[in-house]
């Protein structure tokens, strides 16, 4: 079982930015991807980017160009840079680990993520 702590999240204004953390524990070592969603209220929860390993990346055609996704392999921890924030962007955010970029099978279980909010 992976464990995961998501961090980061706060109150900012549109056009600000965020970076949010995401820590891994546990067994880790079959962690090939970690992937970044989100979820507003009354709406499913949405993939944000993901990352491989080595580096390869995914991004959902909202936040190309505003969102880095990007992690650190010997902390098992991967990051996202979220700039040029809007209030569509609203959500809780949460993280989670992947044995592949294309996998849609979680390692670990959903947390409380982080809130983000937008405000205009």
């Known amino acids: 079982q992976v464990q995961l702590v998501e961090s980061g999240g706060g109150l900012v204004q549109a056009g600000g930015s965020l970076r949010l953390s995401c820590a891994a524990s546990?067994?880790?070592?079959?962690?090939?991807?970690f992937g970044w969603y989100r979820q507003a209220p009354g709406k499913q929860r949405e993939l944000v980017a993901r990352?491989?390993?080595?580096?390869?990346?995914k991004y959902a055609d909202a936040v190309k160009g505003r969102f880095t996704i990007s992690r650190d392999n010997a902390k098992n921890t991967v990051f996202l840079q979220m700039n040029s924030l809007k209030p569509e962007d609203t959500a809780v955010y949460y993280c989670?680990?992947?044995?592949?970029?294309?996998?849609?099978?979680?390692?670990?279980?959903w947390g409380q993520g982080t809130q983000v909010t937008v405000s205009s």
């Open positions: 990352i491989s390993s080595g580096g390869s990346t």
């Open positions: 989670n680990a992947y044995t592949s970029l294309g996998s849609q099978i979680p390692l670990g279980s």
């Open positions: 546990g067994i880790t070592f079959s962690i090939n991807a």
